[in-house]
């Protein structure tokens, strides 16, 4: 089987979480970092495979598909071994696919509306009402835990999808363990048992940080 090609940032959670799921299922994949700085998502090329241009954008023997949730369905639905990841029983996909959702409505959109202002805007700081957003985002997924994992007691899409968003918003903007000591414990096992937890979502993560301070920095000035 040839390579399936994953168009991404090394920065991006949903990007991260293609390729934990990948490494975890053993799919190779050929890996095209992109540099949306310079527009190339937006070529013409690009645009015919994903009109949306969003990254991740996978290229599957000659079939585009994008959105992170999606193509981690899919990856683990045509490729993994067994269902561990993504169980057949119906209700414990509802479950799944509902925090797939919590994960790009809550979690990352509330990362990149903490970010955008500095980014986008010049803010020196991120917005008060951003950052009382992203601690509300906590005590939502401290709510949700309700076993060792986001649906039951073992490793699923949604903690892979969800580890992206949660460790690079624990990175910049740190839990209260104190508030949401379930969510703490769990950031801790997903050290210990999310694979390739450290490359993918740890070491990004950092990435994300001095970028984060950089910006603050000449913002400020």
């Known amino acids: 089987m040839a390579p399936i090609t994953l168009y991404t940032t090394r920065r991006t959670p949903a990007g991260r979480a293609v390729e934990i799921t990948a490494k975890i299922i053993g799919v190779d994949l050929d890996i095209k970092f992109m540099d949306l700085t310079k527009k190339e998502h937006l070529t013409e090329d690009f645009l015919k495979m994903n009109?949306?241009?969003?990254?991740p954008t996978i290229v599957d023997d000659g079939v585009p598909l994008y959105d992170s949730h999606a193509i981690i369905i899919y990856l683990v639905s045509k490729y993994?071994?067994?269902?561990?990841?993504?169980p057949k029983d119906l209700v414990t996909q509802a479950r799944i696919n509902a925090i797939l959702h919590f994960e790009s409505g809550v979690l990352f959109a509330r990362l990149r509306g903490a970010l955008s202002p500095m980014f986008y805007q010049g803010c020196?700081?991120?917005?008060?009402?951003?950052?009382?957003a992203i601690y509300d985002a906590y005590d939502l997924a401290e709510a949700t835990l309700?076993?060792?994992?986001?649906?039951?007691?073992?490793?699923?899409?949604?903690?892979?999808s969800c580890?992206?968003?949660?460790?690079?918003l624990n990175t910049l903007?740190?839990?209260?363990a104190d508030k949401c000591p379930k969510l703490?414990?769990?950031?801790?096992?997903?050290?210990q048992n999310l694979p390739n937890h450290k490359e993918y979502n740890l070491e990004r993560s950092k990435e994300s940080l001095a970028l984060y301070k950089q910006k603050?920095?000449?913002n400020k000035k």
């Open 124 to 132: 020196p700081e991120v917005p008060a009402d951003k950052l009382a």
């Open 146 to 160: 309700r076993s060792d994992y986001l649906v039951g007691d073992s490793l699923t899409l949604a903690d892979i």
């Open 163 to 168: 580890s992206t968003s949660l460790v690079t």
């Open 173 to 176: 903007f740190p839990v209260d």
């Open 184 to 191: 703490v414990a769990y950031l801790e096992r997903l050290e």
């Open 80 to 86: 993994a071994k067994d269902d561990a990841l993504y």
């Open 216 to 218: 603050l920095i000449e």
């Open 51 to 55: 009109p949306q241009h969003t990254v």
